[in-house]
């Protein structure tokens, strides 16, 4: 006698995708205003000027916006922190962004 | 992620810094977000562990590069995904065996065995609810998915849950939904998991277990539904370990079956019962989900005065044990510690004439730590310059923690007696308690009320 057969369904959910385009990139950093945005952790108070000393070297005229500037962006106020982030990039004329650390 | 998503949006450019072992979790969680193309910066190695001149040369010889890349490279275009199946859709026929394969194949599953959903066993989940299965409960992180009543049905059968278990589901699924909890921090590398505690009169009426080995596999009720939660987060907002990519647990715990508190005793006691410590009515029906990031040892106190008892449970569950995350817990503002009790413990305190308020102020006053033996810990973790004046500073933290700026000052383990828990559990026979600690502003507390069906009563009988 063979084994029952059963027809099974599926156990997830639809996806909601909703795609954004990318902001341009920039030809090169040259000049360009860079703002850096920072979770508190992964060693980022070492990573941060050791990019800004590299790049700094590579690039003429390059200018950071340092990560105090913006606040945490990851712990508890972390939604209003990333809730004025596009205004004060806006204020400070970024070109570019740097976030992390993600580890 | 989030963070870079919004200045992308904004039209500024990103480079997002993450390590190599991150990488797969930062794809995905962009792409659920809306940016499956969004370029990453990866710094190749573990962040924590380099020595400063390996970490300078990384990022002078390798990082800078791909953040120079990132912002300035033109990124390829967004493709769609696969087509998924609809609602109702089969989307596999088989043997018992052939579905099990294919459920594995497709990482459907925790690893054991499920049963079968098929169509009419999911209808016989629907009767117990008077919600339409398309309602949608709320929209899942990481993976951005729905979450219906349809499928809370469809891995209640998976899990092994009885049809009548579903209004304790979708009570649990609206739980984890609320943004109060934090579930798109569920795959963190803390590795915390969610424990379930069930309120009210259908603790007896479904028979899970409030007493011996409440904790342990082995009910039916406790057990199924707890199992349920995890593979609930695995199927929808699509947490999964390897292969999978958005569960980042270093090492993690697994799933917690469902604590349920001894009402009857915490009544004789003349205490709250934790349902209504939670603002429900004594006897109503309620889940609570919450994180437990690890649990104390097993605590034996004895004696016949209260402070004996909480001398003990203070030093054990507070000062040796969620003492090693108390810095953290600063870091995000919230802390949750859980007592559970067995009846026999708590009979002894509240024949003493203590309330649970007195219970909270004693473990609050009495759990210290040293400040800078915490800080150290908080620091290893990744918050590289934590401090607690500065916690305080940033009204994180109560003045409490920064009294002096001396590492070997004793700081409260605890916010305050508000953030600390209590519930009546486990053997009536044996004096023992035990403490789960949460992870901090992740995985919060969130109650829900448990809604029956209006013919609930005649579907019980019939």
Redesign the interface.
Known sequence: MG???????????????????????????KGKT?CE?Y?????????FP??RN??GK?YPGIKFVEYEVFGN?H??E?AKV??A??EL??KHG?????????? | ???????????????????T??LT??RMVA??L?????PL?E?PG???TES?EE??KK??DI??AH??RA?????PE?E??PP??G???????????E?QE??HDNL?TDGLPII????ER?ERFLKFTDRSPEEVIG??LP??????VW?IA??GV?AGCRPEYMPILIAVIEAIADPEFRLEDAGSTPGWEPLIVLSGTIIKELDFNCGSGVMRVGRQANTSVGRFLR?YMR??P?LRIPPGGTDKGTIAQSFHVVLAENEEAAGELGWETFGVDRGFKRGENAVTVRSVLFSSPPTYTAGDRAEEHLETLAEVIGTRGAAYWTGVSA????SHPLFVMSPCVAKVIAQNGWKKKDVKEYLYRNAKVPAGLAEKFARMV????FSFCEAVKEG?VPKAYCESTDPNRMVPVFFGPEWIEIIVSGDPGRNQSRGYINNQ?QGAPVSKKIELPKNWAKMRQG
């Open positions: 084994e029952d057969v059963v027809q099974v369904v599926w156990p997830s959910g639809k996806l909601i995708y909703n795609g954004k385009p990318l902001a341009s990139r920039v030809p090169d950093l860079v945005l979770d508190h952790l992964f060693r980022g108070e070492e990573i050791l990019i590299t790049l590579r962006i712990g508890p972390e990333v809730a982030v596009p990039l806006r970024a070109d570019a962004v740097i976030v992390g650390i993600g580890a | 992620m989030r963070a870079s998503v919004t200045v992308e949006k904004a039209g500024i450019p990103t480079a997002s810094i993450v390590s072992g991150f979790q930062g792409q659920h809306g940016m499956r193309n969004i910066a710094y573990v962040i924590l400063k970490l300078q990022v002078e990082l800078a953040i120079v912002l300035t490279a033109p990124v967004d769609a995904g998924e199946p609602f109702r859709d089969t989307v596999f026929e088989g043997t018992l065996d579905v294919f459920f459907w079968p959903p098929t169509l999911v929209v899942l993976e951005n998915r729905e979450a219906t499928n469809v891995n998976m593979l199927n929808v699509g870091q995000f503002a919230k990744g918050i590289s310059n994180k502003m």
